[in-house]
């Protein structure tokens, strides 16, 4: 009896020691991605900084207006760089219309969800 009662002491404490081995190398596991997450989130961070100074660096009113007057002045618009309000599509007040700008040849209007009304000369 007393040899069966040994035995099972010695299954029950063999299963413990392993069981904590398995618990405490998964929570060592478990640690170390924690910490590799942290250096990461630190990584990103650090990154969106430098990018949000470079964004400020790039967007400075002195740089931008420089850059437009460069490029405005370098290049003359071409024909089909500009427009006028008659080359903007229409908008279509009933379903009638449709048929009738198809007919007159001078391309597809394409009906707009909302009104929208567009003044010349307004800024």
Not at 77 to 97: C, F, I, K, V
Request: charged share 25%; glycine share 4%; aromatic share 4%.
């Amino acid at each position: 009896m007393m040899r069966r009662s040994m035995t099972l002491w010695l299954l029950l404490a063999t299963c413990a020691g392993i069981s904590l081995f398995l618990i405490k190398h998964e929570v060592q596991e478990r640690e170390d991605r924690l910490n590799a997450l942290h250096r990461e989130i630190l990584a990103d961070q650090e990154a969106i900084q430098v990018l949000n100074a470079e964004w400020s660096y790039l967007n400075r009113p002195d740089r931008l207006e420089h850059l437009i007057r460069e490029l405005s002045e370098s290049r003359a618009a071409n024909q089909l760089q500009l427009t006028s309000l008659d080359m903007l599509p229409q908008l279509l007040s009933e379903p009638d219309d449709l048929a009738l700008a198809n007919r007159g040849g001078n391309g597809i209007i394409l009906p707009m969800i909302r009104p929208v009304s567009i003044k010349a000369g307004a800024q």
